[in-house]
């Protein structure tokens, strides 16, 4: 089973700058067929169900603002957000597809604005 | 338009039964696998199993196996997570999401209390 290890666990920031999380896996999520890369990201608002921001390493899902970007490769990806807004504030998590039908999450880093 | 709609909360008592469902529209139901999610309180996601509603192939997390049964009925585009015996330790938020390459819809999810 592939874990994915996301840090940090907490992070506090000030709105207008910069954050970044990281998700580490425990194995390869790029696809040897098509080179693609099986690694979401999702932001769990307070009080609602998760949504999709990136999807394959750095795909922003429709309606997502260009201030989310999705990098990394092999084990290593990064979600940044450029200027923080306060309607970023939530729990945001890493998946992995690699091994469909089966997925797993990242434990979720929580941001908050300072 | 997609939508996910999850039936009500429920509170049961530890050893009773449980089925909960996830009804679809806006899409074929049955070209789609419908994944099932759970956040234990103040907890993170943890994936648990998904179906294709089109032959009914399931497949469950190992942690997951053998604790609940996902199955599906596409005469009315449903999709079901039971429990033939809760424990305590099933009290979470249950989600179910659309997958298309990725799970890009979401139901608003059903809160399952279990206590005595």
Partial sequence: EIVLTQTPLSLPVTPGEP??????????LVESDDGDTYLDWY???????PQLLIFSLSYRASGVPDRFSGSGSGTDFTLKISRVEAEDVG???????KEFPSFTFGQGTKLEIK | EVQL?????EVKKPGESLKISCKA???TFTNYWIGWVRQMPGKGLEWMG???PGDSDTTYSPSFQGQVTISADKSINTAYLQWSSLKASDTAMYYCARYADT???WGQGTLVTVSS
């Fill in chain 1, 19 to 28: 954050a970044s999380i990281s998700c580490r896996s425990s194995q390869s």
């Fill in chain 1, 43 to 49: 932001l769990q608002k307070p009080g609602q169900s």
């Fill in chain 1, 91 to 97: 729990l945001y998590y890493c998946m992995q597809r």
């Fill in chain 2, 5 to 9: 709609v999850q039936s009500g909360a």
């Fill in chain 2, 25 to 27: 529209s806006g899409f």
């Fill in chain 2, 50 to 52: 998904i179906i294709y």
């Fill in chain 2, 103 to 105: 799970f890009d819809y």
